[in-house]
């Protein structure tokens, strides 16, 4: 592991540590105990406090993702569908991690989570921000065997899975934007991207990432996000532990991925309808260079989306909703 790494392993308990301590800890100089200090605010945007006399302070701390706290919180018969849990400090993307995984194994449950994503990719080639150790960036690989054509409606039932656990640390009133966005007091919460390997037509190996934004407290990279945003802590009016959130969004997704290759988005749909922030509603799609007003009407049992528009209703399969005032 990278020594700046190990050095905010020791920092994230938000006490004071001398520069002593922490060279011990790593095996250098006092010296290149400031430089690596110095590197560790750099690469993960953090900021430390260096108090006189007394050594180094990441004020208030940070939790960070430990698979120790994550695995007793799953619900019972969850640990079964999870295959592994690979949890990374700093990758590029969860998505590309899994999907290369999803290449050289077949196997579905491999989820893998991350710090920090240096190139989080949100739907539409947007970017996602992904500032270190603030949110949730998580990818799951899932095998399905009809194709493509099967898998319609698949990410409006992962929605459903993550307001199911937004539910259960008390966050109600979530809503969903069709396709696939979560959002809490109209604003995004959380965003999901799907992403294929495989044989369109027959198996194929699903990357379910999901970004949940949980405590956005770097100025700068929330700056960066281009749509109105809340986050966890916000929505829950606490400070919400990312470990119990991610065994709370396992624990709902697994089984609702099982639920959904038995049953599809049918088994879904009315409580994504329940959630829906659109019917009713006079909205623009934008289906690649097209753009589509109508009023939106609900969503079908395989996810599409219905428009009721002036040469009648149209049955959307794909686009991005924008709301029209
Ligand atoms: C969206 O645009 O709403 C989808 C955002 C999906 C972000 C998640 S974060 C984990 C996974 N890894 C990525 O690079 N993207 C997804």
């Known amino acids: 592991m990278n020594s700046y790494l190990i050095l905010l392993k020791i920092l994230s308990d938000g006490e004071i540590h001398s520069g002593q301590k922490l060279s011990a800890s790593v095996g250098v100089s006092r010296a290149a105990i400031w430089k690596q200090l110095q590197k560790l605010q750099e690469v993960t945007g953090l900021s430390l406090t260096s108090i006189k006399g007394k050594g180094y302070c990441l004020v208030g701390g940070l939790e960070l993702l430990d698979r120790k ?114 959002l809490w007091g109209g604003r995004k919460l959380a965003g999901i991207l799907l992403e294929m390997s495989g044989d369109a037509a027959g198996h194929c190996q699903v990357v379910i990432g999901i970004g949940i934004n949980v405590s956005m407290t770097d100025s700068l990279s929330a700056s960066a996000i281009d749509q109105p945003w809340t986050d966890v802590n916000s929505a829950a009016g606490a400070k919400v532990s990312r470990n119990q959130l991610l065994a709370r969004l396992l624990s709902e997704l697994l089984p609702a991925l099982l639920e959904f290759e038995k049953n599809g988005f049918e088994a879904f749909h009315s409580e994504w309808s329940e959630m829906d922030a659109m019917v009713g509603r006079l909205v623009t799609v934008r289906l690649g260079e097209q753009l589509i007003i109508g009023k939106a009407a609900g969503v079908s049992t395989n996810g599409s989306l219905a428009l009721d528009t002036d040469i009648g209703r149209q049955w959307l399969h794909g686009g991005e909703v924008s709301l029209r005032l």
């Not at 095998?143 to 008390?170: M, P, Y």
């Open 69 to 182: 706290l994550i695995l007793p919180l799953l619900a019972s018969g969850v640990a079964g569908q999870l295959h592994e849990l690979d949890i990374r400090d700093q990758i590029d993307s969860t998505n590309t991690v899994a999907l290369s995984w999803a290449l050289k194994n077949a196997r579905s449950g491999y989820v893998v989570v991350a710090e920090q994503q240096s190139a989080g990719r949100g739907r539409r080639g947007r970017n996602w921000v992904s500032p270190f150790g603030c949110n949730l960036y998580c990818s799951v690989v899932w095998g399905f065997q009809n194709g493509a054509a099967a898998l319609e409606g698949l990410s409006l039932a992962v929605g459903v899975a993550v307001a199911r656990a937004l539910k259960t640390i008390g966050i109600s009133q979530v809503e969903m934007k069709w396709p696939n966005d979560v």
